[in-house]
């Protein structure tokens, strides 16, 4: 009983509010038509007690709907029915027929209200019913015969009984059904929530195989095992690339896929995706084009390794099922109060999908027309998994296809804005008159050549550009004859065929040739090429003046989109010439930058200093870059902890990122240093706060390469255009790197062959390392190709290797050396040697004027202002004090202000003042 | 330049293959989630609203095109046509109407807005057979004549699975929803005099409950024009569209039976799973 009395209260507690509401108000009418029925039939005092029932029921309904009292409200409910039901047996109603409303009570407590609280009452008025049949208070109210006192209570509890039995069965098969539905859930979470967690297990294995193939590739290997190794290699990307998909779906499953919102420019994402497409498309026969509003602002704030991890998921599929025609990618916005919407459609002219299919296409795991599609890899996750993603930006995604024709997948994700100048820009097209020349009949699939209309039409009016498209050479010629146009756009096909007229009109005006990637045509200096696919960017570029490529790589190389004229930059190599080429690339920045030349100075510095932001490289000697990292993050103090450090390593192979994140690292930037990965670590790890983005595109300096060196020189060992392109196309950086290179080449010829000599392999081997990355930043791509061969060999104990090559190495560095200073001499570079300061130039200064001077060098030092330094140490390499020549000192003390040493430089001036103090 | 042509609000439904057909502009709604705003079938489907409250969205708001945006848009219409006669959505719906007289105010006559009493496909009717008499050369006038004829012939109705998305629009109470949800309850709605009434209710298995719709719609088939009718749904399977194809082969074939899907504003009214037959009786 008491059991049964908990549960009672329990299911009470656990009922379903409306539904009681329901249930109050349904009694309610059945007992007011109760009363009606008894006022037709004159049976006043029956008619009184349904009538107040009815009341009491409405009551008990408004105290469980709008005060919320179910317990109360219940109890008081059931009390009311308990007193109408007895009033039923008591009253008997017209000769005894009321008793008959007890039936319904069992059926309609159980199936109305719960198991236990219909049983609990329909028992309850069953006994006050045999209680009243059978005992002396029989008569008071109405009598029944015997029959009906035998035979009614035993209808009653076998009716109560039957709905007891059959309810209960229909209690257990729910509650049965619950706890299957809660293991299934529970099941599935801790599925996911594992499949989450394996992430890092899965991936560092995976890494590892992919990274290891790639080091045997690189070995001197039989051709038979070269293939199989490349196959390992290759099926371990493909099964890479399963598992990121599974992991990251069970990730968005589990509620553990985080957005994380920064600021970002649209220009590198679009970048990004077009190369990839462009890989993927290897050599198909198939057009790229992309269409994009240049607009849209180029300051958005989203995820933007998951926007570009959906184009890019897109784009796959689309060059996937694609066989012939085009893909085509079109991006533009709508602007609104709280930022814009992007709007990404990617359409092909592939295979299709049929309407059965469309309805499971973005069901995980489901791909679709299995059988035909049997020879395409893939899990069928990408369209799910892109799906959940859009939707958790708050955007939707939607697909249009028709079978056998192609589809339009599309996605629109509301953004905010950082910055709203438009991400391309053309700084002038005054007086310019653009004629097109295109052969739109070359292209097989109509589609392509209405995309290419509609292209030039939406660059027409958004950069409000005059343009006159030809469709025949004839047409061109006569356009061209009437002396109105300033440039030429035509594509590599129309370019070949009228190869010696297109090189005529070059003297006059710009001619640029469209060309895939795949077998390029060599052109002239004075014609400019843009490879596929063309757009709105790459125009913007040709008309801007600005190199501009995408290569493999994805590099824009030519512009800064902000300064960080606050931000403190460590740079850390053991190479100076590393050094220099890093320092020259993160000057337009306008950072404050420092450089030290080995993992124990990096420490010291960062013991005296809080920086911003530290370059690490990886292999130096004594104490390499992942001990120095380490060390740090073993200092106390929680800057150590969070302080970024990025390795900076010439050894980038798959899976290198995830190991020096293991080693403390926060990110890495391989070697040579690629412009756009600089600007994009740059952007992610300086604070915020210190990231002024500039107003204007800096231009760095006209790209024409190689304007008057001699042929003999660029025949040589070392190609000076890949040399400029790493030193981000500055020409005067360039310089100074080659001119250090040359510098300290006797010195470091000199270290390499000591090394050799005393087989002191270790240091070997960090020489030939350092030599590798430094050649290839010159452009000597065939000695730094030497000098890994070389590293590798002694990493591996092939020193035979070293021996039968130690002295090719040399022979060619000497070569390349000799080559760069011809190349300086050429151009005409000269460092500005030290001046030959004679006595009768030299000024005479009071010791505090040169205090004053020092002083101030000192917290130019401390602000890491090097060009302050720079003046002020210039300056006193004019003067003498307490009778001593102050040149030598300060010569020094400038160059290391020039080189970034500006701890040197600070110690320097200090002993200076301790010495001649007297 | 053609001399009167005809346009619309998304509201109408059509595919954007019959408005190429019938070379139709429309303008577009806008509707509002927790997260932004979207144009109604340019970025937003109906699929798209199922899909959003399914996820938890909590909230959805359709919105008319303002004054202004009318405004550009009749002017880039009049860059192409004398006249154009624009068919809005039932004024008793939408505040689209009163927006697109206001605007057309500013064009000296040369745009008439026209209440087509109707949503969704019922409109589209009304378009079709604007655009077969623009191409006849009938006057604005005469146009506007005969549609404003053609108007209480039309049938437009659906039928949803449920109320729920009625009582999110505040259509019915919360009452009926849950005895509608309890007791497998079907409304069935239909256009009287510009606004949206229940007309009957359908008891029991959703896909029957269809299948005596259409039969209860197409009952006179001798009173209904056979020249065209549309099926117009939210979000409904394959299947379901087969049923109903089906039944309308079997009962009324009609010369031409479209299929359109619903746009984002009527489906977040109407809900997931609802689905009208509209034509035109004689």
Redesign the interface.
């Known amino acids: 009983m008491g059991k049964l009395l908990r549960n009672v209260y329990k299911e009470t507690k656990e009922m379903n509010t ?1 539904a009681l509401v ?1 249930g109050c108000v349904l009694l309610s009418v059945f007992a007011a038509i109760m009363c009606v029925v008894n006022l037709a039939t004159s049976c006043m005092e029956l008619a009184a007690v349904t009538g107040s029932m009815a009341v009491w029921f409405l009551v008990n309904a408004v105290l469980l709907g709008y005060f919320k009292k179910r317990v109360l409200a219940f109890t008081l409910m059931m009390a009311g029915a308990y007193v109408m039901m007895m009033y039923f047996v008591v009253g008997g109603g017209v000769d005894g027929f009321s008793i008959i409303w007890l039936l319904i009570v069992p059926p309609a407590a159980m199936y109305c209200l719960s198991l236990y609280y219909g049983l609990f009452f329909s028992v309850i008025l069953g006994v006050s019913m045999v209680v009243y049949m059978w005992t002396p208070l029989h008569g008071l109210g109405y009598t029944y015969t015997e029959t009906y006192q035998m035979r009614f209570p035993l209808v009653y509890f076998l009716v109560t009984v039957l709905c007891g039995v059959t309810q209960y069965r229909v209690y257990e098969y729910h509650q049965k059904q619950d706890v299957l539905i809660k293991n299934l859930e529970y099941a599935s979470q801790e599925k996911n929530n594992f499949l989450a967690n394996m992430s890092h297990e899965i991936r560092t294995p995976m890494n590892a195989i992919v990274g290891m193939c790639e080091l045997i590739l690189r070995e001197n290997i039989s051709d038979d095992v070269r293939e199989n190794c490349f196959n390992i290699q290759s099926s371990s990307r493909s099964l890479l690339s399963i598992i990121n998909d599974i992991l990251d779906f069970s990730k968005i499953e589990a509620g553990k896929a985080e957005l994380i919102e920064e600021p970002f420019n649209i220009a590198s994402t679009i970048n990004d995706v077009i190369n990839m497409a462009m890989t993927r498309k290897g050599d198909k026969d198939i057009e790229i084009i992309v269409r994009v509003d240049p607009t849209i602002p180029k300051g958005l704030i989203g995820d933007e390794v998951r926007i570009r991890q959906v184009i890019v998921n897109l784009l796959t599929n689309a060059v996937k099922f694609t066989q012939k025609g085009c893909v085509i990618i079109k991006i533009t916005q ?1 602007t ?1 109060d ?1 930022g814009i ?1 992007l ?1 990404v459609s990617v359409e092909d002219t592939g295979i299709g999908i049929s ?2 299919n469309l ?1 499971k296409l973005f069901n995980s795991f489901s791909q679709v027309d299995t059988k035909k599609n049997r020879s395409e890899e893939g899990t069928g996750l990408g369209l799910a998994i892109s799906k959940k993603l859009i ?1 958790q ?4 995604m ?1 697909v249009s296809s028709t079978y056998g024709e192609g589809s339009v997948f599309k996605f ?1 994700i ?1 953004l905010r804005v950082a910055d709203a100048a438009p991400f391309i820009e053309i700084e002038t097209m005054e007086n310019t008159n653009i004629a097109v020349y295109l052969d739109m009949k070359k292209y097989t699939h109509p589609k392509i050549a209405s995309s290419y209309r509609k292209l030039i039409q939406e660059i027409i009016n958004k950069f409000a550009v005059k343009v006159t498209v030809f469709s025949t050479f004839e047409g061109l010629q006569a356009g061209m004859d009437s002396g109105q146009y300033t440039h030429c756009f035509t594509a590599k096909e129309e370019y070949i065929k009228n190869i010696e007229w297109f090189g005529t009109m070059a003297s006059k005006y710009q001619i640029v040739v469209i060309q895939d990637r795949f077998n390029v045509i060599e052109l002239p200096d004075n014609i400019k090429k843009v490879y596929k696919p063309f757009y709105a960017l790459s125009f913007a570029a040709v008309m801007n003046n600005e190199k501009y490529t995408i290569g493999v790589s994805g590099q824009k190389s030519s512009t800064v989109r902000f300064t960080a004229p606050e931000a403190k930059v460590l740079i850390v190599d053991d190479h100076a010439v590393n050094l220099k080429v890093a320092a020259g690339l993160m000057k337009p920045y306008n950072m404050k930058i420092i450089t030290v030349s080995s993992g124990q100075a990096a420490i010291e510095a960062l013991r005296t200093q809080d920086y911003d932001i530290v370059f690490m490289d990886h292999m130096m000697p004594e104490m390499d870059g992942v001990e120095a990292t380490q060390y740090i993050r073993n200092m106390v103090g929680d800057y150590y902890q969070k302080v970024p450090i990025i390795a900076l390593t010439a050894n980038a192979v798959s899976g290198a990122r995830e190991m020096f994140l293991e080693s403390g690292f926060d990110d890495f930037l391989a070697k040579p240093i690629e412009i756009s990965f600089l600007d994009r670590i740059l952007r992610t790890w300086l604070p915020q706060k210190y990231q002024i983005t500039t107003s204007s595109i800096v231009k760095l300096e006209e790209t024409k390469v190689v304007e008057k060196a001699s042929k003999e020189v660029l025949s040589g060992p070392v190609d000076y255009e890949m040399g400029l392109t790493y030193a981000g196309d500055d020409r005067e950086t360039f310089y100074g790197v080659l001119h250090i290179y040359v510098r300290n080449s006797k010195e470091y010829r000199a270290s390499l062959i000591k090394r050799y000599e005393e087989e002191d392999w270790a240091n070997y081997v960090t020489e030939v390392h350092a030599l590798k990355s430094s050649s290839l930043s010159m452009g000597a791509k065939e000695l730094s190709e030497l000098a890994k061969k070389l590293e590798f060999a002694g990493k591996a104990g092939e020193y035979d290797v070293i021996r039968q090559n130690q002295e090719a190495v040399i022979a060619l560095y000497d070569e390349v050396v000799q080559n760069i200073t011809a190349y300086l001499e050429e151009n005409g570079y000269k460092e500005e040697e030290p001046e030959e300061i004679t006595s009768d130039e030299l000024k005479t200064i009071t010791w505090e004027s040169f205090e004053e001077k020092v002083k101030c060098i000192v917290e130019a030092c401390e602000n890491f202002d090097g060009d302050e330094v720079a003046a002020l140490a210039g300056e006193l390499c004019y003067c003498r004090v307490n009778e001593e020549a102050l040149t030598a000192r300060f010569a020094e003390i400038k160059q290391c202000a020039e080189e970034f040493e500006y701890e040197q430089a600070l110690q320097l001036s200090q002993k200076a003042v301790e010495e001649l103090r007297r | 330049m053609k001399k009167i042509w005809i346009t619309s609000d998304c509201t109408c439904d059509m595919s954007e293959a019959l408005l190429d057909e019938y070379e139709v502009e429309v303008i577009h709604f806008y509707i509002t989630t927790d997260h932004g705003c979207f144009k109604d079938m340019a970025e937003m489907t109906a699929t798209n609203v199922v899909e959003y409250f399914e996820n938890g969205g909590t909230k959805i708001s359709t919105a008319a095109p303002a004054v202004s945006e009318y405004t550009e848009f009749f002017e880039r219409m009049l860059d192409k046509y004398e006249e154009i006669i624009h068919i809005a959505i039932s004024s008793k719906l939408s505040l689209s109407y009163k927006n697109a007289i206001t605007a057309a105010e500013q064009f000296g006559g040369r745009v008439k807005v026209f209440d087509s009493k109707h949503l969704a496909t019922g409109m589209a009717h009304q378009i079709i057979r604007g655009v077969e008499l623009a191409r006849e050369n009938k006057t604005a006038e005469e146009i506007v004549a005969i549609l404003e004829s053609m108007r209480d012939k039309i049938s437009t109705g659906f039928i949803a699975e449920n109320a729920d998305y009625l009582y999110r629009t505040g259509r019915v109470n919360k009452f009926i929803k849950v005895v509608c949800s309890a007791l497998k309850i079907h409304p069935v709605l239909t256009m009287k005099r510009g606004d949206l009434k229940l007309k009957t209710i359908q008891i029991g298995n959703y896909e029957e409950s269809i299948i005596r719709y259409v039969r209860t719609e197409l009952k006179k088939p001798s009173r209904i024009k056979r020249d065209r009718l549309f099926i117009t749904y939210s979000t409904v399977s394959v299947r379901v569209l087969n049923i109903i194809r089906k039944q309308v082969g079997e009962r009324c074939p009609f010369e031409k039976v479209w299929e359109t899907k619903a746009s984002a504003t009527i489906t977040s009214n109407c809900g997931a799973n609802t689905i009208g037959i509209l034509f035109v009786r004689e």
């Not at chain 1, 930006?393 to 939707?396: A, D, N």
């Open positions: 409306k329901l709508s609104h709280y919407n709007n309407e059965e309805e939707a930006m708050g955007g939707f939607n629109v509301p």
